[in-house]
Structure formats: structure tokens, C-alpha cells
């Protein structure tokens, strides 16, 4: 798989039926590996590993109800008291980060409400903070550390 732009995380591969599979510790399964999985697990580590996130506030690839419509976000990170703190969407790397992204991003967060958002593509990283007073969101150079 390709570099990508996050410092080097160990993962644990095996092969079945001529497909290469990586565990995914926060779904605690072998996954297929595709470029966009590929990201979602580098997040996931950077998350954990980076950022200090509890691997108990994590979530990935559930279901979300929009506008009588199921869509799947990629990861959220969620406060102590269960609200939602971070979204992610992951693309493969060999998909562009445009306003498209964002915009879908955004409609995921009017179901979830989380205070930051991140999109990423595995090469290139965009974080935003939401002003929920506005209706609008802020970049930022990164995401907050956990305290």
C-alpha cells in the first residue's frame, strides 16, 4: 500500500482468498485492505497514538440516518458524555479533497453535531472547528490533543 502523509504505525495482515486482509483494533476484525481502509486505520492510529483519543470513544464505519437516507461515516470520536467531539471522512488517497468532501461532511454533522471535523485523504489533512453560532466552521492547523 501507498505512503501515506502519517508517521509509520505497525498493522497485522493476513491473506484469504487472494485478498490481503488488516486488522482493524476498533472494530476487532480483519477487514478487507483498500486504498480508503488503508487511510481509515492510519487515522485510527494517529487518533490513538497522536492525538490520545481512548480507544473506548472511538467508533468506525456506522450507520447514520440523514434525511430518511442511510449513510456510513467513517470514524467519530466521541466525548465522556457521548456527544460527539470529531468526524472523520477518509478518502483513498487517490481522490482529491474538494468541496464535495466538505460538503458531505458537513450534512453528516447536521445529524451528529460534532465541535471538529476532519477530512483527509491519507496525503493531505483539513481540520475545521464548527461555530455553531454562525453556521459556519473555522480551518485550524490540527485537531486538539486530548486532555
Not at 130 to 140: A, M, S, T
Request: glycine share 2%; proline share 4%.
Amino acid at each position: 500500500m501507498q505512503n501515506l502523509n502519517f508517521p509509520k504505525y505497525s498493522f497485522r495482515f493476513k491473506s484469504s482468498e487472494n485478498k490481503t486482509l488488516v486488522f482493524d483494533e476498533i472494530r476487532k476484525k480483519f477487514v478487507v485492505l483498500a486504498p480508503e481502509e488503508w487511510v481509515r486505520l492510519h487515522v485510527v492510529q494517529f487518533l490513538l497514538k497522536e492525538k490520545k483519543y481512548p480507544k473506548s470513544l472511538i467508533n468506525v464505519e456506522k450507520q447514520l440516518k440523514l434525511n430518511n437516507t442511510i449513510k456510513r461515516y467513517d470514524v467519530v470520536v466521541f466525548n465522556n458524555d457521548g456527544s460527539i467531539f470529531l468526524i472523520v471522512e477518509c478518502k483513498a488517497p487517490s481522490i482529491p479533497i474538494t468541496q464535495l468532501t466538505f460538503d458531505q461532511i458537513a450534512r453528516y454533522n447536521l445529524a451528529l453535531d460534532a465541535e471538529y471535523l476532519m477530512v483527509t485523504n491519507g496525503l493531505e489533512h483539513f481540520y475545521c472547528q464548527i461555530d455553531f453560532e454562525n453556521k459556519r466552521y473555522n480551518f485550524l492547523k490540527d485537531i486538539p490533543v486530548r486532555d
